[in-house]
């Protein structure tokens, strides 16, 4: 049984994972099932009706989603964007103002500008480790969310999550924080003062590259947009299904060790790199170096998989080194066990070419993974010395 003050990686495991009663299956079975049978018309077994509704795989994730985040509710989608989507169509109406961080994943930054733009949405996209910048953008009576990434992507840049929340809090201001770089085993928001918590589970969370997902956490006080925002989910149906939900439960019960092996790995090609004459600069928050390094340290228990570098010889030089590691695949995507090098300015940034939220052509992003460091030092020797 899980006890109510049973730690991080203890409720990673067990939050909404009990045995099967039927059998003692120590693995809930996954419920592979679209509709159920009702006792009599209206006679429902535990509330189940409709699979788009409630499945009891679901349940045991969005359970384990808010056991980790701490929070009171928690929602699973189809996909991050999904999720984003439900929360923000919930949330916003035509004519409100949203400020979003200026360099979020370059899909939430679309999906606010194209497809909310179009429904009479504003934005400002804003540098949200500057606190003033924030407070400047916020349009009283018409801001209605506050879009935080941190750390950001791809840059890394550290934002103040308890500080922005005060300043959305004051001005009635929604403040959402997506969590995905981080995971909740290195960051929890809710704790921060975040209201909402977003996830893309394809990353850290599914871990396996394995799955594609997005969750919802909300915090206490939040009681009545969770059953709004689950109303949305229901009605406009952009559920995960069973077998995806069982696949992010299932990578969730390794989160915490496999963040601890990220965070060391990553650590250390970011040494390796800030060596060498060819990187300009790294941006990895655990760097001393790093201008969001002490916040960090204080906000974050560790300081993630992720960074990113700026190559001295320009784009040029940023696509011969993304094209020329063998061991870290050139892909999109990230959190998986398995490390990846990407480009984003004609990759996953790509979609933000021409706007405020721009990703230089120099950079570099790689999503460091869990295998043996020494082999991951060796590939990115070997990218180097092809610089
Ligand atoms: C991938 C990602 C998303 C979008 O999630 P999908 O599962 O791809 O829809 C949102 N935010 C961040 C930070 C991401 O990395």
Do not use: C
């Amino acid at each position: 049984m899980l006890h109510d003050d049973a730690r991080f990686d203890t409720r990673a495991i067990h939050a909404g994972q009990a045995f099967d009663p039927t059998t003692g299956a120590v693995i809930p079975p996954i419920y592979q099932t679209s509709t159920y049978v009702q006792d009599g018309i209206g006679g429902l077994r535990n509330g189940y009706e409709y699979s788009r509704g409630t499945n009891p795989t679901r349940t045991a994730l969005e359970t384990q989603l808010a056991a980790l985040e701490g929070g009171i509710r928690g929602l699973s989608f189809a996909s991050g964007l999904a999720a984003e989507d439900a929360l923000l169509r919930t949330v916003l109406t035509p004519g409100d103002h949203v400020v979003v961080g200026n360099d979020v994943y370059g899909g939430t930054h679309r999906l606010v500008r194209r497809i909310f733009g179009a429904w009479g949405v504003t934005h400002s996209t804003v540098d949200t480790s500057d606190l003033d910048a924030v407070r400047g953008a916020i349009e009283l009576g018409t801001t209605k969310v506050l879009w935080v990434e941190t750390p950001s992507n791809p840059l890394m840049k550290i934002s103040d999550i308890a500080a922005l929340a005060e300043i959305a809090n004051e001005a009635g201001v929604v403040t959402v924080v997506d969590n995905t770089f981080a995971s909740p085993a290195l960051q929890q928001p809710i704790a921060l003062g975040a209201d909402v918590v977003v996830h893309s589970t394809t990353k850290y969370l599914g871990g396996h590259s394995d799955v594609v997902g997005g969750g919802l956490v909300f915090a206490a006080g939040q009681e009545e947009l969770a059953d709004q925002v689950q109303f949305t989910q229901f009605a406009a149906g952009a559920v995960s299904g069973p077998f995806d939900a069982f696949l992010t439960s299932r990578g969730i019960k390794t989160l915490g060790i496999r963040m601890e092996r990220h965070s060391s790995n990553a650590q250390a090609i970011a040494e390796r790199l800030a060596e060498h004459a060819g990187v300009a600069r790294v941006f990895y928050p655990g760097l001393a170096s790093h201008p969001g390094h002490e916040l960090a340290a204080r906000q974050m228990s560790g300081f993630g998989g992720m960074l990113s570098i700026e190559l001295a010889g320009g784009g040029e030089a940023a696509r011969r080194f993304a094209e020329s590691t063998e061991l870290i695949q050139l892909a999109e995507s990230l959190g998986g066990v398995e490390s990846l090098v990407n480009h984003p300015w004609s990759m996953t940034h790509a979609s933000v070419r021409g706007t405020e939220a721009e990703v230089p052509e120099s950079i570099v992003r790689i999503s460091v993974g869990i295998e043996d460091v020494n082999d991951l030092l060796a590939d990115i020797d070997g990218a180097l010395a092809r610089l």
